[in-house]
């Protein structure tokens, strides 16, 4: 009897779970009551958390649900418990610019700490609303100061004229690439080098080479690469292999690493004490499992070929 | 002559008593070599390491009778003392047995002296005049020295409004939508021309802060905030007086939290409060 009441009863809770959409059922208001009291704390029930909301929106206080309180983004949870905390008219002061007015020690701490906990918990069978919140802590002294923005971190008019001022600087930047002068270069600018090893694309190759290596972009650069091709392209490729060997001469011919005259490299030596100890455990021709791996290791003894042929006989093991 | 031998002698119980019953101060022995000094050391290792040259006085009194002593400790230097280098921090630990030594007052403090009587709890402290008494843990300061309740009387319906405003236009929306929300005030409670409001009710007092309180000065014909603050529970005026204005006391979660006239307006003096529990 007890077995059949189980049994309708997950199927049921399954199916409110299911099918609640938007509108939570009951069970999982009760679960998200819970949350809220576990997260923050505060141990209050439904209908006063539904005065405390119906408070909040008494007072217009409500409009600040998806702003920025430091870098907590407020949602329904968050102000209900910041309303809990020190109350819903000084919550409104506060996210108002008004400060908060405590005689308490920490109260600044503790109730962000308690707003930051809730927010993110679904109460929307009590508020009717809901709105993802949360984020990173606000700083106490932010709090304090009653640092807030109604609609979001940034003023409208600011970030407007943030995003104008981004879209003109992007379209500078395309123009400036699409532009003959000064953007990417054309494959018609090069097909007429005269003196060059080659045309167009294939021209390119040497100078490619060497730019890339260089970690430069041959492919956008001012000025245009079909006015400098041909100089470039007579000098560099003519003049890389003697820098190439002046380069290497200037560390003396490769004596570097002719090091024998000064003492050599000689790890042990250079380095001290602690290389001068090395152990002989080194598996090699010649030395046995007892030099290599202690007398431990050698001292096993091999079963016989009979005992294994006893081991893997299957039928053995299952008789 | 008999009776007036009987008299005398009653005199002599009497006054006898008196002394008994008065605080014992504390003697600190500011030896490096102390006992006493070692444990504090390791206890406020971080905070001494921070204040070089810091004068460690202590003292040991078995404020519980449990046969164990506990360790009274006074910090002297620039960094643990008032201007006047006589209200130093002070702290008082106690032994337990699973967790060591604990610090069960933490407060600057001038005057140490210890009531002698012990009824089955830490004897009651006396620190610069104010009475501290053994709570579930530690020491709790007794608020009833601190000075005297307001005495508030309930703002007429018909003023509600004007009260609410000292509040914000949130309180004054709440107070004329049936959400419970009531005022209470006190005139010249603090000082002449001076209003003392406190505003309850369920959704605008908070349990990390309590209820929002107001004190409003006559600036012309109108009012204006000197203080906007809470309190958990008891708001008290003391003795102490600053530019015209008393010291307002107002209950805070730990103890009390003390507000001093400052030429404009009220601000924090002193806290009295007990140490944070674990």
């Known amino acids: ?18 099918f609640a959409g938007t509108a939570p059922s009951s069970a999982e208001g009760t679960l998200s009551l819970a949350a809220f009291r576990r997260e923050t704390g505060i141990n209050a029930d439904a209908s006063t958390i539904q005065q405390a909301w119906s408070s909040l929106q008494a007072m217009g206080t409500t409009k600040y649900v998806g702003g920025m309180l430091g870098g907590l983004k407020l949602d329904e949870s968050s102000l209900i418990a910041g309303a809990l905390s020190i109350g819903a008219s000084e919550l409104d002061n506060l996210l108002g610019g008004g400060g908060l007015a405590s005689s308490v020690t920490g109260a600044g701490s503790e109730v962000l700490g308690r707003m930051t906990s809730a927010s993110g918990i679904n109460l929307s069978y009590l508020t009717g609303s809901f709105t993802a919140g949360g984020g990173g802590a606000a700083s106490t002294s932010s709090m304090l100061s009653g640092a807030s923005s109604g609609t979001g971190a940034c003023d409208t008019s600011v970030a407007s004229a943030l995003a104008s001022g981004g879209q003109a600087h992007v379209e500078k930047i395309v123009n400036a690439a699409m532009s003959g002068e000064y953007g990417f270069s054309k494959i018609s600018d090069l097909s007429n080098n005269s003196g060059g090893g080659g045309s167009g694309f294939a021209s390119l190759g040497c100078l490619d080479k060497l730019f890339q290596n260089a970690g430069s972009d041959i492919m956008f650069k001012p000025p245009s690469l079909g006015s400098l091709t041909n100089s470039l392209q007579n000098w560099v490729c003519g003049q890389s292999k003697s820098v190439s060997e002046q380069v290497a001469g200037a560390f003396g011919g490769g004596e570097i ?15 001290g004490e602690a290389n001068d100890g090395n152990p002989s455990k080194a598996p090699g021709i010649g030395q046995d499992p007892a030099t290599t791996f ?22 053995n093991l299952y008789k | 002559m008999k009776s007036a031998a009987l ?6 119980l009497a006054s006898s008593a008196a002394a008994l019953a008065a605080p014992a101060p504390v003697a600190f022995d500011p030896s490096p070599d102390a006992a006493a000094r070692r444990i504090v050391n390791v206890v406020f290792a971080e905070y001494l390491q921070q204040r070089v040259g810091v004068n460690v006085e202590t003292a040991v009194i078995d404020l519980d009778s449990d046969g164990t002593g506990e360790i009274l400790a006074r910090f002297v230097h620039t960094g643990s003392c008032l201007a006047d280098m006589k209200t130093c921090r ?15 007052y933490d407060q600057p403090t001038a005057a140490v002296a210890f009531e002698k009587e012990n009824q089955g709890v830490p004897s009651p402290l006396v620190m610069d005049g104010l009475t501290w008494k053994w709570g579930a843990s530690r020491y709790e300061p007794d608020g009833n020295t601190l000075g005297k309740d307001v005495a508030f009387s309930d703002v007429p319906s018909a003023s509600v409004d004007s009260y609410a405003v000292a509040f914000g236009e949130g309180a004054r929306k709440l107070a004329a939508g049936g959400y419970g929300v009531k005022f209470r005030y006190s005139g010249d409670a603090v000082g002449k021309d001076t209003l003392v409001v406190s505003m309850n009710g369920k959704v605008v007092c908070g349990d990390v802060t309590g209820c929002p309180v107001r004190i409003l000065a006559k600036d012309g014909k109108t009012w204006k905030p000197v203080l906007s603050t809470s309190s958990k529970g008891r708001i008290a005026v003391s003795d102490t007086v600053r530019g015209g204005y008393h010291d307002v006391v107002m209950q805070t979660g730990l103890g009390y ?4 006239w400052n030429g404009n307006g009220y601000s924090i003096a002193k806290r009295v409060e007990a140490v944070k529990g674990e």
């Open chain 2, 90 to 104: 002070t702290v008082v630990l106690e032994h337990r047995n699973r967790q060591g030594w604990k610090i069960v």
């Open chain 1, 257 to 271: 690493f002719q090091t024998a005259s000064l003492g050599g490299f000689f790890p042990s030596k250079t380095f």
């Open chain 1, 294 to 315: 202690g007398g431990a290791f050698a001292a096993f003894d091999s079963p016989s070929q009979d005992q294994i042929s006893k081991s893997a006989n299957i039928m």
């Open chain 2, 7 to 12: 008299l005398a002698f009653a005199t002599l």
């Open chain 1, 1 to 18: 009897m007890r077995l059949s009441a189980r049994m309708i009863a997950i199927p049921a809770l399954v199916a409110a779970t299911f």
């Open chain 2, 257 to 260: 939290a003390v507000y001093g």
